[in-house]
């Protein structure tokens, strides 16, 4: 069963960079058929695309976001990271990583890790 | 930008009966539309991919349907663990990427 576990540190103090990275079990990263990402939920339920890459290293971004969003992916340890750059307050949310297989849903989540901005 | 609107935000029914949930995008054009279900302290779960296709292990109350710009899921028999938060989901073709709904939640 595939399984995907979030770690990081929770608490970020403004203007630094939040910093995650998603590990994947039970399954394989490099699988074609997949592209890997973060999905975060704001403390009102809002649900947001961050991002997504592909095993090879292509990403796609929210382009409301895209400026300060970088991920990358580490195929020998099966993870994939998330860095966010400059964060404000509003950056405060549950961050899940996720499996998305395009065309038939983001059918994978880890169960999140909550991440507030705060001095 | 695509802006997905779900109606009603919050929905009060007994287990048995039939709910329907729908999703509206603002313009239409080639995407996919898929169906999550969020529990709280739970991550969201795939019902639905591809407008109508039911992910694995998701009963057969659940179904959806739609075109263009309206789309709908509806559960045929509430039982008591479907009340829960129900999203809908845009998905371009392409490039990738996607934007959920604002949700509609189900409350017993």
């Known amino acids: 069963q595939l399984q995907l576990e979030e770690s990081g540190p929770r608490l970020v103090k403004p203007s630094e960079t939040l910093s995650l990275t998603c590990t994947v079990s039970?399954?394989?990263?490099?699988?074609?058929?997949?592209?890997w990402g973060w999905v975060r939920q704001t403390p009102g339920k809002v649900l947001e695309w961050i991002g997504i890459i592909f095993y090879t290293g292509k990403t796609y971004y929210n382009p409301s976001l895209e400026s300060r969003v970088t991920l990358s992916i580490d195929t020998s340890k099966s993870q994939f990271s998330l860095r966010l750059t400059s964060v404000t307050a509003a950056d405060t949310a549950m961050y899940f990583c996720?499996?998305?297989?395009?065309?038939?849903?983001?059918?994978?989540w880890g169960q999140g890790t909550l991440v507030t901005v705060s001095s | 930008e695509i802006v997905l609107t779900q109606s009603p935000a919050t929905l009060s029914l007994s287990p048995g009966e039939r709910v329907t949930l729908s999703c509206r995008a603002s313009?239409?054009?080639?995407?996919?539309l898929a169906w999550y279900q969020q529990k709280p302290g739970q991550a969201p779960r795939l019902l639905i991919s591809?407008?109508?296709n039911r992910a694995t292990g998701i009963p057969d109350r659940f179904s959806g349907s739609g075109s263009g710009t309206d789309f709908t899921l509806t559960i045929s028999s509430l039982e008591p663990e479907d009340f829960a938060t129900y999203y809908c989901q845009h998905r371009n073709n392409w490039p990738p990427g996607f934007t959920f709904g604002p949700g509609t939640r189900l409350d017993i």
């Open positions: 313009e239409s054009h080639s995407y996919f």
């Open positions: 996720v499996r998305d297989a395009s065309r038939g849903g983001t059918d994978y």
């Open positions: 591809d407008t109508s």
């Open positions: 039970g399954g394989s990263i490099s699988d074609n058929n997949y592209y």
